[in-house]
């Protein structure tokens, strides 16, 4: 079956530091992935997605890139914020018609000023 | 404006009281679904649904119930909670996906249930 696998939380970071929150996939075909984050007391919000190998999402200044020969899709921002402190969650969806969303476990950003 | 309405949004019971988390979406999505997250657990599916009247089983089905009347709404069942039910639960829609494109899921704000 599908998964996903992200790194653990939570990862503490001081303003302006460089984030990356590492994520790999587990899949038959070809999956579109995402990056969905959650701000406290909120509900899930896609950050950013990708649909074929070698893409590259991006949105508020976080990229993560289609690695079909490593299976990763990395998270990244070159400079974090206060206001980036949420759940980051990594998932992938089959492209076979169906919107069946597989998680991984979150990952917690704390940032610092 | 595009949203997932989810009621109530805090919810404690007592072991074995019916209850029922209602979730609307005004956006004409094909597809539901429930999730229940779990402090590291992540988000599993409970239950999901492709259209009126069409709703199968995700990941974690067992002592829930839903249905699909209506395209707008998919209301979580739970016909005797006990205490392991307590969760975060989150309704989500989306259009079905096509071919290779698939479409962004949008989520309610969350139901936070305690069953004791």
């Known amino acids: 079956g599908n998964s996903v696998t992200q790194m653990e939380g939570p990862v503490t970071l001081s303003e302006e530091a460089f984030l990356t929150i590492n994520c790999t996939y587990t899949a038959t075909g070809y999956p579109s992935l995402f990056w969905y984050v959650q701000y406290p007391g909120e509900g899930l919000q896609l950050l950013l997605k990708?649909?074929?190998?070698?893409d590259k999402g991006s949105n508020k200044g976080f990229e993560a890139t289609y690695r079909k020969e490593t299976t990763s899709f990395h998270l990244e921002k070159g400079s974090v914020q206060v206001s980036d402190s949420a759940v980051y969650f990594c998932?992938?969806?089959?492209?076979?018609?169906?919107?069946?969303?597989?998680f991984g476990k979150g990952t917690m950003l704390l940032v610092s000023p | 404006e595009a949203q997932v309405t989810q009621n109530p949004r805090y919810l404690i019971t007592v072991t074995g009281k019916k209850l029922t988390v209602t979730c609307s979406q005004n956006m004409n999505h094909e597809y539901m679904s429930w999730y229940r997250q779990d402090p590291g657990l992540g988000l599993r599916q409970i239950y999901y649904?492709?259209?009126?009247?069409?709703?199968d089983k995700g990941d974690v089905p067992e002592g829930y119930k839903v249905s699909r009347k209506e395209k707008r709404n998919f209301p979580l069942i739970l016909e005797s909670p006990s205490p392991n039910q307590t969760s975060l639960y989150f309704c989500?829609?989306?259009?079905?996906?096509?071919?290779?494109?698939?479409?962004?899921?949008?989520f309610g704000q969350g139901t936070r249930l305690t069953v004791v």
């Open positions: 990708a649909t074929k190998a070698d």
């Open positions: 989500a829609s989306s259009h079905l996906g096509s071919g290779t494109v698939n479409t962004e899921a949008f």
């Open positions: 649904s492709m259209n009126v009247e069409v709703t």
């Open positions: 998932a992938l969806s089959e492209n076979s018609g169906y919107s069946t969303l597989t």
